[in-house]
């Protein structure tokens, strides 16, 4: 009598899928906002606008932070003319653009405005508004933050954190104009 044989055969696969190295990246961002008044205190325009953080700026941010340096600088903010912005920008040296305040119109009344942030919450820290009061006509196209330089306008010192132009381009201001502009920093 012939025997039946079925050979049982058995196979199993498996495979592992994983997600590759988890990566956590941090973007130092940050934005303007600058309101324009006439003298009769009703608003002319408003910009919100986004920065460019400088290569000196990351820096001074992380050699501050990561490597526990004693921190005592003021950071100000200042208007900016027309012109280019680039990220290799220092207050020292940025070809594409001029202060306005001093030198340059529009003026404005005193110095480049102490800035100090409100406790970050929510990854981000916002700064009060800032009053500067025009005293002659002439254009403004955005603002910048200054850490450590004097608060004299066209001063060199310091390093320029962050710069940033105007959205809808640059605007006109007349004498007896008031702009209030205050700096959000996140990430």
Known sequence: MPADHTPILDHSNASLIRRGDDVEQVELC???LVICTGPDGVEKWRESFDNLVTTLGKN?????YFRAAIYS???RMGLKGAGAIAVGDTQASH???LEVG???APIYTGNRKDVLLAAASGGSASAPLQSFAIT???VVAGA???NGG????DDTTGVLYSVGDFTNGPRSVDNGDTLQASYTASC
Do not use: E, H, V
Not at 60 to 64: A, C, I, M, R, V
Not at 150 to 153: C, E, Q, R
């Open 102 to 104: 001093l030198a340059n």
């Open 30 to 32: 940050g934005s303007y």
């Open 150 to 153: 004097s608060a004299t306008k």
């Open 95 to 97: 070809a594409g653009w």
């Open 73 to 75: 600088q003021t950071i």
């Open 136 to 138: 002659s006509s002439g």
């Open 60 to 64: 001074d941010l992380l050699n501050t």
């Open 144 to 146: 910048f933050m200054n």
